[in-house]
């Protein structure tokens, strides 16, 4: 157990952002934001998943919507009015609330509410990385409801999804009243159990982002080597490293998708890699072969600083280092794979865990 | 003839140009007024019959980014958001630096109003709630008014009238809309209106100061500012504007360096005493930055190229072993502090005399520096100006090289990564060139839903409100082309809703009736 204090904010940012695999999008605004609320209404518990007692009632929030609206109409608090809504639905008061993502802005979304309702936020997420879609969360996977959701506007409304059939339609119901909300909402799902969530999230998340944090900026203040610190901290290894020569973006079905390729430099001299992505990392070659596949993390930091770099970001000229670490077992298992696993993004390509 | 002016930290620069002509240029010390920096240089510059034969002058100055970093004649300013309910938690100048928030007061208002991203109301203006914030406005001595509504950029009515709604209230207040100056990202255009406001009087005031030395001269040309982004605005525009001018001096360093080597796509490295610069031509306009940009400690969307610093220059100071050039430099102290003006530091300046690439001062006072030393030195500042142009480019072809600067001697020809390197003559006052020679332009940047409206008509839409801005801030109509376009597909939402941008320039009005 922990206390999340404005002091932690960049340390988890920089290590979600790592960890978040190019996807998460623009962290300023998401840290500010919590930066605001724990000001405002005083720091957060940060408990160990085995710390909570048998009678917790642990709820899921997140921020939906596209990142492009929210840095115009800048997301408020209403994850606080969606928590309200989901315990007013299911009648039982929340007693911890959880992040969806340790990637981004949304793993520090909890923070808000938590503050606010004066909750702690539980040391675990839904992905232990970050991923694009709405179903890719173990919660899911391994058993837990979709629903009851509540999704909340800044204004004061909000829609309560009692059931969807399954995880496309809680999407796509999800979506559509994002969209009448001005596409900038939050929500509250997947009311858990201690014994659920003990079981279903990747765990101890929040703390590994802070530490990876801390480790990168430890490093940059002592001038050391922060992808050394990195690797310190999370059992992982160097994929490549070299400097980006291209990048290649389209937009298919409301996804940035797209190519980069590396040219090696040091010990990779004359070796390539090509990375695919769909807003976050998918799949690594070197040299035409996979080295590095979904749902293992694919993490592209600057060599030098250790700053990690989301694919919008992405141009030619930067100096990256690629890092791989494996995923969570709760993702490479059979269940974990047919949702976020090579096929499941369109590759006819097997999963093959990375060597570390 | 136009005379161009350049106000940077160290040196301002003067040069009169005859069309593509250069007739005498100017290098005096900035001075801590700055007027009596740019009087002295015009004085140098000026021809003959005292300026009769002046059509314009135009200037890129330092005035509006010292007047925020030392908080002088800073306006009591006030921010009125427009967006309730939404964006409560993160109020206006929630992330500004304490002693510049008290500087210019900090007064912060939210209020109804604002656009959802499709064009809906968030709310409706309530002038009741209005006319409170007035009164509360009146009552803290607030002389300027910054005004910002959610998603203004796409439909700006709200910020317009009550706008309108507070200068009624207020007639002396000066008031800056956020859409005005364009880019999506509300708090960071909330920020640059900001500082807009509360830079009204410095921007008034400064003008004026050059207006009455220019005339004290016999200057009765225009004058003209130069913008971040490499085109002019007029006075009147400048009075309403300054915080466009905040940040000129290296897109006039980079134009200047275009025109005299007549490459329109290039990179351009500018080695100072303490900095090089190092940024990006396309289309003889600097490329501009993505990410935010930090004035004084607050983050804005500015209009700004996008140049990569390293501390390097012809100051640097050099420790042999091991070998370290800069961050540290003598600066402005050259000259008393180099080993060849008789000081006893080494710097990189010494190396190059001491290589035979400079002549300055006493090259015997150099004469104990050891090849080797030299020779690992030149290949340093090689190497560190070479990783940066690797940074700068966008693609792996090799590109066109131009080196001005005062520094730039110490920069070999043969670079990696470079199909040609150019030294243009006078590069040493490419920043008052490039001040001399800027063209006008607007930007306008808007959400268009593609499914209702047509990418045809979206595109014209854009288009015809851009060369309108460009029209507006002084260019001849038939000179003024679209030189930028993007599209940007907003992700996640239906409709294809798309962010479109675009950029218009045109030659001065005055040039071509001149």
Same mark, same amino acid.
């Given at each position: 157990m922990w206390t999340a204090t404005e002091e932690h904010l960049e340390s988890i940012s920089i290590g979600a952002g790592?960890l978040?695999?190019?996807?998460g999008?623009?962290p300023y605004i998401g840290q500010l934001r919590a930066r605001q609320a724990l000001r405002e209404h005083g720091p957060v518990t940060v408990l160990d998943p085995e710390d909570l007692d048998?009678g917790s009632q642990v709820v899921c929030v997140g921020g939906?919507?596209?990142?492009?609206?929210?840095?115009?109409?800048v997301r408020d608090r209403q994850a606080y009015h969606a928590l309200r809504a989901i315990e007013?639905?299911?009648?039982?008061k929340a007693t911890a609330l959880i992040s969806n993502e340790i990637g981004g802005s949304n793993s520090l979304e909890p923070l808000i509410p938590a503050a606010m309702a004066g909750l702690p936020v539980v040391d675990a997420d839904g992905m232990g990385?970050?991923?694009?879609?709405?179903?890719?969360?173990?919660?899911?996977?391994?058993?837990?409801?979709?629903?009851?959701?509540a999704?909340s506007?800044?204004?004061?409304?909000?829609?309560?999804?009692?059931?969807?059939?399954?995880?496309?339609?809680?999407?796509?119901?999800?979506?559509?009243?994002?969209?009448?909300?001005?596409?900038?909402?939050c929500y509250a799902i997947a009311p858990m159990?201690a014994?659920?969530v003990k079981?279903?999230s990747v765990l101890h998340t929040l703390s590994l982002a802070r530490n990876m944090g801390d480790?990168?900026?430890?490093?940059?203040?002592?001038?050391?080597?922060?992808?050394?610190?990195?690797?310190?901290?999370?059992?992982?290894?160097?994929?490549?490293?070299?400097?980006?020569?291209?990048?290649?973006?389209?937009?298919?079905?409301?996804?940035?998708?797209?190519?980069?390729?590396?040219?090696?430099?040091?010990?990779?001299?004359?070796?390539?890699?090509?990375?695919?992505?769909?807003?976050?990392?998918?799949?690594?070659?070197?040299?035409?072969?996979?080295?590095?596949?979904?749902?293992?993390?694919?993490?592209?930091?600057?060599?030098?600083?250790?700053?990690?770099?989301?694919?919008?970001?992405?141009?030619?000229?930067?100096?990256?280092?690629?890092?791989?670490?494996?995923?969570?077992?709760?993702?490479?298992?059979?269940?974990?794979?047919?949702?976020?696993?090579?096929?499941?993004?369109?590759?006819?390509?097997?999963?093959?865990?990375?060597?570390? | /003839?136009? @005379?161009?002016?350049?106000?940077?930290?160290?040196?301002?620069?003067?040069?009169? /140009?005859?069309?593509?002509?250069?007739?005498?240029?100017?290098?005096?010390?900035?001075?801590?007024?700055?007027?009596?920096?740019?009087?002295?240089?015009?004085?140098?510059?000026?021809?003959?019959?005292?300026?009769?034969?002046?059509?314009?002058?135009?200037?890129?100055?330092?005035?509006?980014?010292?007047?925020?970093?030392?908080?002088?004649?800073?306006?009591?300013?006030?921010?009125?958001?427009?967006?309730?309910?939404?964006?409560q938690l993160l109020?206006?100048?929630v992330d500004?630096?304490?002693?510049?928030?008290?500087? @210019?007061?900090?007064?912060?208002?939210?209020?109804?109003?604002?656009?959802?991203?499709?064009?809906?109301?968030?709310?409706?203006?309530?002038?009741?709630?209005?006319?409170?914030?007035?009164?509360?406005?009146?009552?803290?001595?607030?002389?300027?008014?910054?005004?910002?509504?959610?998603? +203004?950029?796409?439909?700006?009515?709200?910020?317009?009238?009550?706008?309108?709604?507070?200068?009624?209230?207020?007639?002396?207040?000066?008031?800056?809309?956020?859409?005005?100056? #364009?880019?999506?990202?509300?708090?960071?255009?909330?920020?640059?209106?900001?500082?807009?406001?509360?830079?009204?009087?410095?921007?008034?005031?400064?003008?004026?100061?050059?207006?009455?030395?220019?005339?004290?001269?016999?200057?009765?040309?225009?004058?003209?500012?130069?913008?971040?982004?490499?085109?002019?605005?007029?006075?009147?525009?400048?009075?309403?504007?300054?915080?466009?001018?905040?940040?000129?001096?290296?897109?006039? +360093?980079?134009?200047?360096?275009?025109?005299?080597?007549?490459?329109?796509?290039?990179?351009?490295?500018?080695?100072?005493?303490?900095?090089?610069?190092?940024?990006?031509?396309?289309?003889?306009?600097?490329?501009?930055?993505?990410?935010?940009?930090?004035?004084?400690?607050?983050?804005?969307?500015?209009? /700004?190229?996008?140049?990569?610093? @390293?501390?390097?220059?012809?100051?640097? @100071?050099?420790?042999?072993?091991?070998?370290?050039?800069?961050?540290? +430099?003598?600066?402005?102290?050259?000259?008393?502090?180099?080993?060849?003006?008789?000081?006893?530091?080494?710097?990189?300046?010494?190396?190059?005399?001491?290589?035979?690439?400079?002549?300055?001062?006493?090259?015997?006072?150099?004469?104990?520096?050891?090849?080797?030393?030299?020779?690992? +030195?030149?290949?340093?500042?090689?190497?560190?100006?070479?990783?940066?142009?690797?940074?700068?480019?966008?693609?792996?072809?090799?590109?066109?090289?131009?080196?001005?600067?005062?520094?730039?001697?110490?920069?070999?020809?043969?670079?990696?990564?470079?199909?040609?390197?150019?030294?243009?003559?006078?590069?040493?006052?490419?920043?008052?060139?490039?001040?001399?020679?800027?063209?006008?332009?607007?930007?306008?940047?808007?959400?268009?839903?593609?499914?209702?409206? #047509?990418?045809?008509?979206?595109?014209?839409?854009?288009?015809?409100?851009?060369?309108?801005?460009?029209?507006?801030?002084?260019?001849?109509?038939?000179?003024?082309?679209?030189?930028?376009?993007?599209?940007?597909?907003?992700?996640?939402?239906?409709?294809?809703?798309?962010?479109?941008?675009?950029?218009?320039?045109?030659?001065?009005?005055?040039?071509?009736?001149?």
């Amino acid at each position: 157990m922990w206390t999340a204090t404005e002091e932690h904010l960049e340390s988890i940012s920089i290590g979600a952002g790592i960890l978040g695999t190019g996807g998460g999008g623009n962290p300023y605004i998401g840290q500010l934001r919590a930066r605001q609320a724990l000001r405002e209404h005083g720091p957060v518990t940060v408990l160990d998943p085995e710390d909570l007692d048998a009678g917790s009632q642990v709820v899921c929030v997140g921020g939906i919507g596209a990142p492009t609206v929210g840095i115009e109409k800048v997301r408020d608090r209403q994850a606080y009015h969606a928590l309200r809504a989901i315990e007013d639905f299911t009648g039982k008061k929340a007693t911890a609330l959880i992040s969806n993502e340790i990637g981004g802005s949304n793993s520090l979304e909890p923070l808000i509410p938590a503050a606010m309702a004066g909750l702690p936020v539980v040391d675990a997420d839904g992905m232990g990385r970050a991923f694009p879609e709405f179903q890719m969360k173990t919660f899911f996977v391994h058993g837990v409801s979709y629903c009851p959701m509540a999704i909340s506007d800044e204004k004061g409304n909000t829609v309560v999804i009692p059931n969807a059939i399954n995880a496309k339609w809680a999407e796509r119901l999800a979506r559509a009243a994002t969209i009448q909300m001005g596409c900038v909402a939050c929500y509250a799902i997947a009311p858990m159990s201690a014994e659920q969530v003990k079981r279903t999230s990747v765990l101890h998340t929040l703390s590994l982002a802070r530490n990876m944090g801390d480790a990168v900026k430890m490093a940059r203040k002592n001038q050391q080597n922060p992808v050394e610190a990195i690797l310190k901290v999370h059992h992982g290894r160097i994929l490549f490293n070299g400097k980006v020569v291209d990048v290649e973006r389209r937009t298919v079905g409301g996804f940035a998708r797209g190519s980069m390729a590396i040219d090696g430099m040091d010990a990779y001299r004359n070796h390539r890699m090509d990375i695919e992505f769909q807003n976050e990392n998918l799949i690594a070659r070197q040299d035409g072969q996979p080295v590095c596949t979904v749902p293992d993390l694919i993490c592209l930091v600057e060599t030098e600083r250790g700053e990690p770099i989301t694919t919008e970001l992405l141009r030619y000229g930067f100096r990256v280092t690629i890092l791989g670490f494996p995923a969570p077992s709760l993702w490479t298992c059979p269940e974990g794979l047919a949702v976020v696993g090579p096929r499941a993004f369109g590759y006819d390509l097997e999963y093959t865990p990375i060597e570390v | /003839m136009l @005379i161009g002016v350049d106000v940077g930290g160290t040196n301002t620069d003067a040069v009169l /140009m005859d069309g593509a002509t250069l007739l005498a240029k100017a290098k005096c010390p900035t001075s801590g007024d700055v007027t009596s920096g740019v009087v002295a240089a015009l004085e140098k510059v000026l021809p003959n019959d005292s300026g009769q034969s002046i059509e314009g002058v135009m200037l890129g100055t330092t005035h509006f980014t010292n007047a925020l970093l030392e908080q002088k004649g800073l306006a009591p300013t006030a921010v009125v958001r427009l967006a309730l309910p939404a964006t409560q938690l993160l109020p206006p100048l929630v992330d500004w630096p304490d002693d510049l928030k008290s500087a @210019i007061g900090g007064f912060t208002y939210m209020a109804s109003g604002g656009h959802e991203f499709d064009g809906r109301e968030i709310s409706s203006l309530d002038y009741t709630e209005l006319k409170k914030i007035a009164l509360d406005m009146r009552k803290n001595g607030v002389e300027a008014i910054a005004m910002s509504g959610v998603f +203004s950029p796409v439909d700006p009515t709200h910020e317009r009238q009550a706008g309108a709604f507070f200068q009624r209230e207020m007639p002396h207040a000066q008031i800056t809309l956020s859409n005005e100056n #364009g880019r999506m990202g509300i708090l960071e255009r909330e920020n640059a209106a900001t500082l807009n406001a509360c830079l009204g009087k410095v921007g008034e005031n400064s003008i004026r100061a050059i207006k009455q030395a220019m005339e004290s001269l016999g200057l009765t040309a225009p004058l003209y500012l130069s913008q971040n982004d490499g085109t002019l605005m007029d006075e009147g525009f400048a009075a309403r504007f300054p915080v466009f001018a905040i940040a000129s001096g290296p897109t006039n +360093s980079m134009r200047g360096a275009a025109y005299l080597s007549g490459l329109t796509d290039c990179i351009v490295v500018d080695v100072g005493g303490t900095t090089t610069d190092v940024g990006a031509l396309t289309n003889g306009f600097p490329r501009e930055a993505s990410l935010a940009v930090n004035i004084a400690g607050v983050r804005t969307n500015f209009r /700004m190229p996008d140049v990569v610093s @390293i501390a390097l220059g012809g100051g640097s @100071i050099v420790n042999p072993e091991p070998l370290v050039i800069g961050p540290e +430099s003598v600066g402005f102290r050259l000259e008393e502090q180099a080993l060849v003006f008789g000081g006893n530091t080494l710097t990189a300046t010494d190396i190059a005399v001491a290589g035979g690439l400079a002549q300055v001062g006493d090259p015997t006072l150099v004469s104990e520096v050891d090849s080797s030393l030299r020779r690992r +030195s030149l290949e340093e500042i090689q190497r560190r100006v070479e990783t940066v142009v690797d940074q700068v480019k966008l693609s792996p072809d090799p590109v066109p090289i131009v080196l001005v600067g005062g520094g730039s001697l110490l920069v070999g020809e043969s670079m990696t990564g470079a199909d040609q390197v150019l030294r243009p003559d006078h590069g040493d006052v490419a920043n008052a060139i490039g001040a001399a020679i800027a063209q006008v332009g607007g930007q306008v940047e808007k959400v268009f839903s593609l499914e209702d409206i #047509g990418r045809g008509e979206a595109l014209a839409s854009i288009r015809s409100e851009a060369i309108g801005r460009a029209v507006a801030a002084g260019a001849e109509p038939t000179s003024v082309e679209v030189v930028e376009l993007d599209e940007i597909p907003l992700t996640y939402l239906p409709g294809n809703v798309t962010l479109i941008r675009a950029k218009a320039v045109g030659d001065l009005g005055i040039l071509n009736s001149g």
